[in-house]
């Protein structure tokens, strides 16, 4: 089945590590992004990539890195930089065309103590 | 400056009535999409409908149709026949070009939906 991996779904780490939450997509998307949301608000982009090899900052890039070697991969690592990372993480992707929705994973919570 | 924008926190909205959704949006993009999703308490993203700039027609899918006003830049979300099941947070969105940064997606901060029996 055609579809977007995220993973872990829970993450728990101690307050000052680097962590990555991995998202994998086999739908041959070109573009993937990644959205932060914190409880009952909205989604927040963190990073959007186009291409292999190319990714653009969103609103709130701060603290975050991504690569993205591989179209079907596009890891997130939160860093120690970033002053609150409890929150939901959704990773998502969509072909280029502005017509089409965008799809999906099942998120990752991250949990800071 | 926000781009999208949800003024309705949360609405309530008796079982089998209609109920519509607000989302005003900003982009100097001529050629931009907008989508609704629906979010579930299981926190899953469920695309809904989407609407092209261009499109001359309101965009209608089942019992959601998109009441599209381009000079108000207004995208508003109707829910005909509201079911329990729609109790969920609604998220409107936009697709634009940035230049030299590929297709943005922006989601608004969303609107509580809780239906009544």
């Known amino acids: 089945d055609g579809g977007i991996t995220q993973s872990p779904k829970y993450l728990f780490r101690k307050e000052g590590q680097n962590v990555t939450l991995s998202c994998e997509q086999n739908l041959n998307h070109d573009a993937m992004y990644w959205y932060r949301q914190d409880p009952g608000q909205g989604l927040r982009l963190i990073y959007y990539?186009?291409?292999?090899?190319?990714?653009q900052k969103g609103d709130i890039a701060e603290g975050y890195s991504v690569s993205r070697e591989k179209k079907e991969s596009f890891p997130l690592t939160v860093t120690s930089a970033q002053k609150n990372p409890t929150a939901f993480y959704l990773c998502?992707?969509?072909?280029?065309?502005?017509?089409?929705?965008?799809?999906f994973g099942q998120g990752t919570r991250l949990t800071v103590v | 400056a926000q781009k999208i924008t949800q003024t309705q926190p949360g609405m309530f909205v008796q079982e089998k009535e209609a109920v519509t959704l607000d989302c005003t949006y900003d982009t100097s993009d001529p050629s931009y999409g907008l989508f609704w999703y629906k979010q579930p308490s299981s926190g899953e993203m469920i695309f809904l409908i989407y609407?092209?700039?261009?499109?001359?027609q309101n965009a209608t899918e089942g019992r959601y149709s998109l009441n599209f006003q381009k000079a108000r830049k207004s995208a508003n979300l109707v829910i005909s026949a509201s079911q329990l099941g729609d109790s969920a947070m609604y998220f409107c969105a936009m697709r634009e070009v940035i230049k030299a940064a590929g297709n943005k997606l922006t989601f608004g901060g969303g609107t509580r939906v809780l239906v009544k029996p």
């Open positions: 609407q092209g700039s261009y499109d001359q």
């Open positions: 998502a992707s969509s072909v280029w065309a502005r017509n089409t929705e965008a799809f």
């Open positions: 990539s186009q291409i292999v090899n190319d990714f």
